[in-house]
């Protein structure tokens, strides 16, 4: 491959960003490369120890982009100019780099023709659109949250509290068309069982974002050992990430169900363990609305809305409201003192306090909304997170269920308010097969006999 030709190859690679699946690669080795024949990861961050010239050569021979990762403490500016000579595709910022920083390497990405993603603190994300792919750092290893003692904590729903990144991701994909990664690193020394790799990627792509993969090292090491147990567990993180992919128009589905909530980054719709994600524990079909996106439409669908800000709307908001509320909405406004932090320290948890905030937030909405079906209710679903969403015409509708236990969940029923003539159940490295719909009283429901990790359910 001649120089215009690799030119030309880096100029479609850079030009499709939005559309790489990102792994933090963990070797510079070119021949490591071969791991990725028939492999959906096609986008490799490589840190600083790692950039090799030839390593970018054969990866884009290989069909993949590169990306330099550029951390704070480094030299900015060289870094950047380092990565362009080395033949990188684009650079990741990645930790908390000042605001000064972060537009002076956009910049000197922009002049250099280098793709440019920050992976920064989670206020910091640009939700403007003017980046095609935005990230942060500040996530958790999604899971079933123990306690010391080995017992799995409470959330304020009385389920168990499971860890989640999905509850903001919501917020922020109601806002902005960029794509979404998410880093969370291994802990180190640790050797992290395949089932808890396969529902980070779940949890982030079921509400349309990207785990950036990174493995531990004992995974590493059998995998560059050829070892059998390596090479399986790859090929089923391989398996499950294709599932995405092959489903790639479920990326733009809107939210299903007839629950609206009006929340802002002020209230702390940034926050890990905060409102969101308390509904969203329910099960109760959401729809998130940023206060900058109200308008007739966004209300298209939907029953009843929690507005937890009432004070911070304008005039024009609040007729907007009044307009839901004549059309026969429900609309419930959250007294003071709902609103949590903005998210926007250090800590990015929800702190004791604030869920003790949380309890009360919860008795009050779970007094209103009751047994209500607001768009589908789900019955044995304790390990379990659901996201319903439809087509911009409506049909069809997919439920995905992610499973957080280390152990199948048998016996899950779903129940419809609506009435649908064909459900499908589909799953990672499963043929889809028909579901058996049951239709009474307008509505539908379905029995799905084991849930392992993932599966979604097309109803049509």
């Known amino acids: 491959m001649n120089p215009n030709q690799h030119m030309l190859l880096a100029l479609i690679l850079a030009t499709s960003l939005a559309q790489c699946v990102p792994a933090r690669w963990f070797t510079d080795d070119p021949s490591s490369l071969e791991l990725l024949e028939n492999h959906p990861i ?51 910022l990645e930790g908390r780099f000042g605001a000064n920083e972060r537009d002076q390497a956009r910049s000197l990405a922009s002049e250099l023709g280098l793709q440019f993603v920050l992976i920064g603190a989670r206020h910091e994300m640009d939700l403007t659109g003017r980046d095609p792919v935005i990230g942060t750092f500040q996530t958790v290893w999604p899971g079933i949250h123990l306690a010391e003692d080995g017992a799995a904590k409470a959330a304020p729903t009385g389920a168990p509290w499971i860890d989640s990144n999905g509850g903001f991701i919501r917020y922020v994909r109601s806002l902005t068309p960029s794509a979404i990664w998410l880093s969370g690193r291994p802990p180190r020394q640790a050797v992290v069982p395949l089932i808890r790799y396969l529902q980070a990627i779940h949890d982030s792509a079921v ?17 560059l050992a050829g070892s059998t147990s390596g090479l399986e567990d790859w090929r089923r993180l391989g398996e499950h990430i294709r599932y995405w992919l092959e489903h790639a128009e479920w990326r733009d ?48 669908g939907l029953r009843m809305v929690l507005n937890v800000n009432p004070t911070s709307l304008t005039q024009e908001q609040r007729d907007i409201l009044r307009q839901f509320t004549r059309g026969g909405g429900t609309l419930l406004s959250a007294p003071p ?9 250090e ?5 004791d306090k604030e869920v003790e905030v949380l309890d009360s937030v919860w008795r009050g909405v779970n007094g209103l909304i009751g047994r209500e079906n607001l768009g589908v209710r789900l019955f044995n679903v304790s390990s379990i997170r659901s996201v319903p969403v439809a087509s911009r015409t409506g049909r069809p509708v997919v439920l995905h269920l992610v499973n957080y236990a280390d152990y199948p969940v048998e016996r899950v029923t779903c129940r419809f308010q609506e009435r649908f003539t064909r459900a499908t159940l589909l799953g990672p490295g499963r043929s ?29």
């Open 42 to 92: 096609n986008c490799l961050l490589l840190e600083s120890v790692h950039w090799s010239s030839s390593f970018c050569v054969r990866a884009h021979e290989k069909g993949r982009n590169v990306l330099a990762v550029i951390r704070p403490g480094q030299p900015l500016v060289e870094r950047i100019r380092q990565a362009k000579q080395l033949g990188f595709d684009g650079i990741v």
């Open 337 to 345: 003192g709902w609103q949590l932090s903005d998210a926007s320290g």
């Open 347 to 351: 800590n990015f948890v929800a702190s």
């Open 253 to 300: 589905y809107e939210p299903y169900g007839q629950f609206g909530l009006i929340h802002d980054r002020a209230d702390g719709a940034l926050l890990q363990g905060g409102i969101i994600d308390m509904l969203v524990a329910r099960h109760i079909p959401l729809r998130v609305i940023p206060p900058a996106r109200l308008s007739a439409d966004v209300f298209r």
């Open 207 to 223: 509400v349309g974002a990207w785990w950036v993969l990174e493995l531990d090292d004992d995974f590493r090491q059998r995998l």
């Open 432 to 460: 889809p097969s028909p579901l058996e719909l049951v239709t009474e009283n307008g509505g539908s429901e379905v029995l799905i006999d084991k849930v392992d990790v993932l599966v979604s359910v097309l109803l049509e």
